[in-house]
């Protein structure tokens, strides 16, 4: 059962998160306050610990525990083609006027980033939906998804491309078929598909330049929803900064832009949160 957060808790609750800031780099510190609460109940209550200054001393005395904490404060929910109508909006209006604007300047490279890449589902779809819609113009194009997250565990198990039959259930049998390989009770993405995909650690509170920059395409869906308002517009802005123009954001389903951003992009589909760079503007 939830406590209620007291103002001293709240207090305590700013210095546990400073203290895992100071102690590992991990940034908490502006995460909804809700969801950051929720889960160190979680860990108190594995731990023992029956206060946040109880466990600060637990940390002290078992630094082991810094992982798991950052493990539990990231919510790691994710699927192939997870918000199925925005990708299909991305096929409609994305990747066709994508390709023909690199085809009409004679450049071959596509660059993507799943930026809260989770287990690899994200940046796979996407690389699927690639290979699903050039067909056999894909070897015209140098593709490259760059796929980033903070935990590292989720990398881990992402780079492996290996899914258990329930997290491919929604998938069709021809997508199965094509794109993944039975291995005993696994089903595991394809080589060629998983060539397009590079895994990396990126803590996309960490800076406000960006890791990679003139990014055709920006997946940060189901990410910015966990950050409060501030956060969200810092990251938002680095990740402008870093697509090319045109270059297209998407954001999850329920997710929006902040005033600011607003003002700069322009919308191509409400629904899907799909939006796009026209310009270089300062
Ligand atoms: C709910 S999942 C979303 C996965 C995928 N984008 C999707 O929409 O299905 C959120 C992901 O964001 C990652 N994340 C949270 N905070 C992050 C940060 N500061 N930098 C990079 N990734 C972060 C989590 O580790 C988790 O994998």
């Not at 039959?165 to 291995?183: A, H, I, M, Q, W």
């Not at 089903?187 to 060629?192: H, L, S």
Request: hydrophobic share 35%; with cysteine.
């Amino acid at each position: 059962m939830a406590r209620i957060v007291t103002g001293s808790d709240t207090t305590t609750l700013d210095s546990l998160l400073e203290k895992v800031h100071r102690d590992t780099g991990y940034d908490f510190r502006e995460y909804k306050r809700g969801t950051v609460t929720r889960r160190l109940e979680r860990r108190l209550h594995a731990t023992g610990a029956k206060t946040y200054p109880d466990y600060m001393r637990f940390l002290d005395t078992h630094p082991e525990e810094y992982q798991r904490l950052a493990n539990d404060l990231t919510i790691k929910v994710s699927g192939f083609f997870r918000g199925p109508y925005s990708f299909q909006q991305v096929a409609r209006l994305v990747l066709p006027e994508l390709t023909l604007f690199k085809r009409n300047r004679g450049e071959r490279e596509l660059r993507f980033w799943s930026a809260g890449c989770a287990r690899g589902e994200e940046p796979y779809s996407i690389a699927i939906l690639l290979a699903q819609f050039l067909g056999n113009r894909r070897q015209d194009f140098d593709i490259s998804i760059y796929a980033t997250d903070i935990s590292r565990q989720a990398l881990q198990e992402a780079q492996m491309g290996a899914y258990s039959s329930k997290d491919v259930e929604g998938l069709t049998p021809t997508v199965l078929e094509n794109y993944f390989t039975r291995y005993d009770k696994d089903y595991v993405v394809k080589a060629d598909i998983r060539q397009m995909v590079s895994f990396s650690y990126f803590d996309l509170t960490s800076t406000i330049r960006p890791p990679f920059v003139n990014l055709d395409c920006v997946f940060c869906c189901n990410v910015l929803i966990y950050l409060q308002s501030q956060l969200q517009e810092r990251v938002l802005s680095m990740l402008y900064d870093s697509l090319a123009a045109p270059g297209y954001l998407i954001l999850g389903e329920v997710e929006t832009l902040t005033n600011s951003l607003n003002e700069k992009l322009d919308c191509l589909d409400a629904k899907a949160k799909i939006y796009k760079k026209n310009r270089r503007r300062r």
